[in-house]
């Protein structure tokens, strides 16, 4: 994961704590709420789900594997 995409997926989280409003649009729309306030457009065909972990409730995700996502040369190349 590039430097870039992580530091946008930190923003994302920080105003998503920050402003309710934001928190919603996101879980309700989260390419849509990405765009509007980061002017960042996800691909396509790229599916984004958002979800809000609780004091109760969490969620363990599990990323490609990095034989499923090498570019051909044994590097990794990830989109999101």
Known sequence: ???AVESLRVQIIRKAWKDEIFKQQLLADP???????????????IQVTAVAETEKHF???????????????GEVELVW
């Open 59 to 73: 969620y363990l995700v599990l990323p490609p594997s990095p034989e499923n996502v090498a570019n051909g040369q």
């Open 31 to 45: 390419k849509k709420a990405i765009k509007e306030a980061f002017d960042y457009e996800v691909a396509a065909d």
């Open 1 to 3: 994961m590039t430097v």
